[in-house]
């Protein structure tokens, strides 16, 4: 055992965020074929903030250690673990477990971050570049000269998407509230405010024949329209349902409803796709398929990253000890990229 400090968030139940938990443990030992990554940053994503609300479809039950990725060097390895891993910085998906100062992977699910980026950084692009990248290239299979819509461009993955867009040469429109129009423009993308007037009449004035994909994070009613801006053989993508995120009632049901309409939409005659994206899709069916996919993917995102294709921005930089804090800032719609813990 190391005499590293440690210590752990807790998530104990549906609770305020300063009603985290935060508290000692002991570094775990690695069983075979594992590691323990001393983490070095984890960030705050959506889906912790839907977690603590009792609202994320498949989260563990309560009490639980939040934390969806994480960056970290190897500190300690397992039996059959090649010893070539220890001292290496490696990124891990986890859904839960982020949020310790040591986490306990399977070795196979850590993928080596390339020498020149810093933790912090890397730990932008982990999640949301993932979601990005399968969702533009694996989904919706873009192709340079495309049209796309992208809602929420200024959000997390939005605003990896639209720049893995613009380095694949797809045009890209991007709603967002006005304070990120700047920002967007900037990195090439027609900015659309979401918050005044009919955003698809906007989007028809700046692609009258339709887009080749939408980007939908948001749920609810607005698929429907989404579903509407598509041009003749054009992918509409859902991957989230934020619009219900402060509802009460079935957590499944949004996600539900969502999948019903992607289904029947599917079944029509008119050459469109709906997808609903799950960046788990696939894992207990196949899980070495899995695996091979999101090292494949993840190593495109975080070269992109260093090539200086894509950039995603440090909103704020907090110690484990104040996760309440990092939270609350998160959730306040204030920011402009990823909140990210450190030990």
């Given at each position: 055992m190391?005499?590293?400090?440690?210590?752990?968030?807790?998530?104990?139940?549906?609770?305020?965020?300063?009603?985290?938990q935060v508290r000692p443990a002991s570094v775990p030992d690695?069983?075979?074929?594992?590691?323990?990554?001393?983490?070095?940053?984890?960030?705050?994503?959506?889906?912790?903030?839907?977690?603590?609300?009792?609202?994320?479809?498949?989260?563990?039950?309560?009490?639980?250690?939040?934390?969806?990725?994480?960056?970290?060097?190897?500190?300690?390895?397992?039996?059959?673990?090649?010893?070539?891993?220890?001292?290496?910085?490696?990124?891990?998906?986890?859904?839960?477990?982020?949020?310790?100062?040591?986490?306990?992977v399977d070795?196979?699910?850590?993928?080596?971050?390339?020498?020149?980026?810093?933790?912090?950084?890397?730990?932008?692009?982990?999640?949301?570049?993932?979601?990005?990248?399968?969702?533009?290239?694996?989904?919706?299979?873009v192709r340079a000269g495309q049209t796309v819509l992208v809602h929420g461009a200024?959000?997390?993955?939005?605003?990896?998407?639209?720049?893995?867009?613009?380095?694949?040469?797809?045009k890209v429109i991007g709603t967002a509230s006005a304070r990120h129009h700047d920002a967007l423009?900037?990195?090439?993308?027609?900015?659309?405010?979401?918050?005044?007037?009919?955003?698809?009449?906007?989007?028809?004035?700046?692609?009258?024949?339709?887009?080749?994909?939408?980007f939908d994070h948001v749920g609810g009613r607005g698929v429907i329209d989404s579903w509407h801006l598509l041009a003749p053989g054009g992918t509409l993508v859902c991957y989230g349902s934020a619009s219900t995120r402060d509802d009460t009632g079935s957590k499944q049901w949004p996600v539900l409803k969502i999948l019903a309409r992607t289904w029947l939409w599917n079944i029509l005659p008119n050459g469109r796709r709906a997808h609903f994206y799950n960046i788990w899709a696939g894992r207990t069916l196949n899980k070495n398929r899995f695996r091979a996919r999101l090292h494949t993917d993840l190593t495109e995102v975080l070269t992109a990253l260093r090539r200086g294709d894509i950039t995603a921005p440090i909103a704020a930089q907090l110690p484990l000890a104040r996760a309440a804090e990092a939270l609350r800032l998160a959730e306040s719609g204030t920011v402009t990229g990823k909140v990210v813990l450190t030990p």
């Open positions: 190391s005499s590293h400090p440690f210590v752990e968030v807790v998530l104990p139940g549906v609770v305020a965020p300063e009603d985290l690695p069983g075979p074929g594992q590691i323990v990554i001393a983490m070095e940053a984890t960030g705050v994503s959506f889906a912790e903030q839907q977690m603590r609300r009792g609202r994320y479809y498949d989260q563990p039950p309560f009490p639980f250690v939040p934390g969806y990725d994480l960056v970290g060097r190897v500190l300690s390895i397992g039996r059959g673990v090649d010893p070539g891993l220890a001292g290496r910085r490696v990124a891990a998906l986890v859904k839960v477990g982020g949020w310790a100062s040591h986490v306990l070795a196979q699910d850590a993928v080596e971050v390339p020498e020149g980026l810093g933790a912090a950084e890397a730990e932008t692009v982990v999640v949301n570049g993932i979601t990005a990248w399968q969702m533009l290239h694996r989904t919706a299979r200024g959000g997390g993955v939005g605003l990896i998407l639209v720049q893995l867009a613009r380095a694949a040469g797809v423009r900037e990195l090439d993308v027609t900015p659309v405010d979401y918050r005044t007037g009919d955003v698809p009449a906007q989007v028809r004035k700046l692609a009258p024949g339709g887009v080749d994909a939408v």
